[in-house]
């Protein structure tokens, strides 16, 4: 199975700031033949389903708000969000799609400071 | 609207058995593969079985293999999960989830239903 890590497992951001999440998978989850990278990003709010924001690693889902983005390739990616807002404190995970079974990370906490 | 409504969960006795229902409306469900996600208390989510549009092509994670069915009644737009020989370990939030349009057998889930509790305990 694939493995995902994701760092850091929490982190408090001002409103407004940067915040980054990272995410390694154990094996490429790039397939060459259509060059795309098989991830996905997820917010889930307490008590809520995850709610999909990024796939094909940096296509933002319709009515994501433009501060999420996502970069990266291989084995190593990222998700930013460039102006964090009250509303974006939530879990943020990582999900690959390329080799069954999925995998996701363990999650990443995003809390306001 | 595309919503999905899981239903069938509770609290059960290890060794015993659920079947988990998700009734989808507002879109084509034989159009679809669709998947289990299960969370476990306070922790994070897990990938448990996906199927295809046919119900032909079943996938499982070792964990369940054996003891937890996937299938799906496009007649009734309903996906199921029957679960058998249920341990502690297998309490947790299920939630159904939905491939994109077009997609094969691997997929991100871009529609989520709100989940039913599964607490096996004696």
């Known amino acids: 199975d694939i493995v995902m890590t994701q760092s850091p497992d929490s982190l408090a951001v001002s409103l407004g700031e940067r915040a980054t999440i990272n995410c390694k998978s154990s094996?490429?989850?790039?397939?060459?033949?259509?060059?795309?990278?098989?991830l996905a990003w997820y917010q889930q709010k307490p008590g809520q389903p995850p709610k999909l924001l990024i796939y094909?690693?940096?296509t933002r889902e319709s009515g994501v708000p433009d501060r999420f983005s996502g970069s990266g390739s291989g084995t190593d990616f990222t998700l930013t969000i460039s102006s964090v807002q009250a509303e974006d404190v939530a879990v943020y995970y990582c999900?690959?799609?390329?080799?069954?079974?999925?995998?996701f990370g363990q999650g990443t906490k995003l809390q306001i400071k | 609207e595309v919503q999905l409504v899981e239903s069938g969960g509770g609290l059960v006795q290890p060794g015993g058995s659920l079947r988990l229902s998700c009734a989808a409306s507002?879109?084509?469900?034989?159009?679809?593969?669709m998947t289990w996600v299960r969370q476990a208390p306070g922790k994070g989510l897990e990938w448990v079985a996906n199927?295809?549009?046919?119900?032909?092509?079943?996938n499982y994670v070792d964990s369940v293999k054996g003891r937890f069915t996937i299938s799906r009644d496009n007649a009734k737009n309903s996906l199921y999960l029957q679960m058998n020989g249920l341990r502690a370990e297998d309490t947790a939030v299920y939630y159904c989830?939905?491939?994109?349009?077009?997609?094969?057998?691997?997929?991100?889930?871009?529609?989520w239903g709100k989940g039913t509790t599964v607490t096996v305990s004696s």
């Open positions: 989830g939905r491939a994109p349009y077009g997609s094969g057998s691997q997929y991100y889930m871009g529609v």
């Open positions: 507002g879109f084509t469900f034989s159009s679809f593969w």
């Open positions: 199927i295809d549009r046919d119900g032909n092509e079943k």
């Open positions: 094996q490429s989850v790039l397939y060459s033949p259509n060059n795309k990278n098989y």
């Open positions: 094909w690693a940096s």
């Open positions: 999900h690959q799609y390329l080799s069954l079974p999925d995998t």
